[in-house]
């Protein structure tokens, strides 16, 4: 028979677990930080620097047209984010081994912070330097994987949130990109809202949701978001057009929410500037070849 243990003995256990336990959250709160001070702001900066840096090399190579990607995971509470943005570069560079590619990122829970910070200012410089360097033979891909809300996408850094980016503040920011051809990847809940706003002959967009709609598969550990992994990982997905990935992207999302009875549907939206109506009907593996 087990040996009992004695009130005493359940009151200091307690005493000691509430110490422990006090302690730790201390320690949480003494190791918050901030995106805008301290060494994680100067590591950030630097690791702009270098991404900036690569670019400009990278541009000087290659004077025929190119990729340029950047991808911006905001949200610190999930790594589905961070993965997105993984995912999309990787698809990138399998169109166009010599892409440029900016990457932002305010890391999760045990996420090496190797890449600068996905601030609102950050996400501003990286469009100006995009702006500068694509020319009307490149095409410019942009990914921001987040949580979202109604026309807002959230920011969150160390588990605290900071002003949301707005619809008007994102076409005010993407205004820089003139009229080159940019394809928008908007992994969040109630991205549509952000489709008729931001539409523009130049422009593909596709969003994860409806303007009234959650997405899902933002879960803490999730490996991405059910949108990009249904647009990003299918089959024979170079020999597809844009149009052709998000159709069965619809339908791959719409099949998976099904069975694990997720309620409403996230019902993904597209939309197609007139002036990149070809781009979108072309394969990925010809998308370099474009007059």
Known sequence: MPKQIGNTTLWRMRIVFRTLLALWVLVLVGCATSPYEGEGKVKSDALLRKQFELAEQRRLTKPEGRLI???VAMHSQSKAFRSDVRLAEKTVLAIDPNAIIFKLDNPTLGQDADWPYATAENFSLVLRQVGTMARSVDKVVLLISTHGNAALL???FDGRNYPDI???WLNQSLAVLRDSPILLLLS??????????LSSPNRIILTAAAKDRNSFGCQFHSTNTY????L???PSMMSRSIVQMMEQAKVDVDQRERKQKLSPPSLPQMSIGGAVKAWADEPLNSWLNLE
Not at 188 to 197: I, K, L
Not at 227 to 230: K, L, N, S, T, V
Request: with cysteine; proline share 4%; glycine share 8%.
């Open 69 to 71: 990607f950047a991808g």
């Open 166 to 168: 707005n619809v008007k």
């Open 188 to 197: 969040a809940c109630y991205s549509g809202s952000f489709v008729e706003p």
């Open 154 to 156: 959230a920011i969150n």
């Open 232 to 234: 990003l990982n299918q």
């Open 227 to 230: 949108f990009m992994d249904a």
